[in-house]
């Protein structure tokens, strides 16, 4: 197993990140759910997968979801954790219904294109910060800024030698960015849909940058190298070599003190 403790170490010093780089495991057999706090057992309460998420990132909780834990409907329409006989169809219908499609050939076409699990594919979602991981992921998930996220883009590319993909729907982008690179194999760049800032407290200037598990080295070294030549990093080194231009006022006053001719 990696040493994800030192990795967690490296990102978070290298774009500054606000909350914990998180792994995700997908279960598929509950017997190899690590210990973990599952709502529905420590609270009494069924939660978002959005509201896992910020347990383990903000918290820095290691959580375990399954279908009891789980009262989104289109989350657990995606993730395979509803008895229902056609999950796109539902979920397609609940598109329309709810305002996000005008017609149900084009909801159908969007919730199709949707990475998604089938019925019991899964048994569990693993949710761990990098440092207090007890297994492999198989998909690594962190929230960041526009500027952090241009930095993971950038390293990315060093380490792939190709360019980020994004996918964007805005609305039930837990499947996009959590299932997403399981599906895919790809780096993926998401922008957090309504439940994530409704239930779970995203704030406006987060994006999320997801990839597969065994492309975190890769990554390590691209923000370790990616453009160290010219000094790129984050916190961005913003260029302070030059004389700024006050208002005339200023101006009058500092050619009166001698400050400029």
Avoid at 49 to 78: F, H, N
Avoid at 119 to 133: D, G, H, M, N, V
Avoid at 160 to 171: E, I, S, W
Wanted: hydrophobic share 40%; glycine share 8%; with cysteine.
């Amino acid at each position: 197993m990696m040493d994800f403790k030192d990795a967690s170490r490296k990102l978070k010093d290298a774009v500054r990140l606000r909350t914990e780089p998180f792994g995700v495991s997908f279960i598929k057999d509950l017997a190899d759910l690590p210990k973990v706090r599952r709502p529905s057992k420590v609270f009494g309460k069924k939660v978002t997968i959005c509201q896992g998420v910020t347990m383990a990132r903000v918290y820095g909780w290691p959580v375990g979801l399954t279908r009891e834990d789980i009262i989104c409907v289109p989350g657990s329409l995606a993730f395979g954790f509803t008895p229902a006989a056609d999950p796109v169809m539902e979920l397609a219908q609940l598109f329309c219904e709810v305002g996000f499609h005008q017609e149900l050939g084009p909801a159908l076409k969007e919730v199709e294109a949707l990475p998604r699990f089938a019925a019991e594919e899964i048994k569990a979602i693993y949710l761990s910060p990098l440092e207090r991981l007890e297994r492999d992921p198989d998909v690594i998930a962190i929230y960041g800024n526009p500027a952090q996220i241009m930095r993971l883009v950038q390293a990315a590319c060093y380490c792939l030698g190709v360019r980020v993909a994004g996918d964007f729907g805005g609305k039930v982008e837990c499947s996009s960015y959590l299932i997403g690179p399981y599906r895919t194999g790809q780096i993926l760049v998401t922008i957090p849909g309504m439940g994530d800032r409704i239930f779970s407290m995203t704030q406006d200037d987060e994006l999320v940058f997801s990839l597969p598990a065994h492309l975190l080295d890769g990554l390590l070294t691209g923000l370790s190298e990616a453009a160290c030549r010219i000094g790129a990093r984050y916190p961005i080194t913003v260029y302070q070599n030059f004389t700024p231009v006050f208002p005339a006022p200023y101006q009058e006053r500092a050619k009166k003190w001698g400050i400029i001719e």
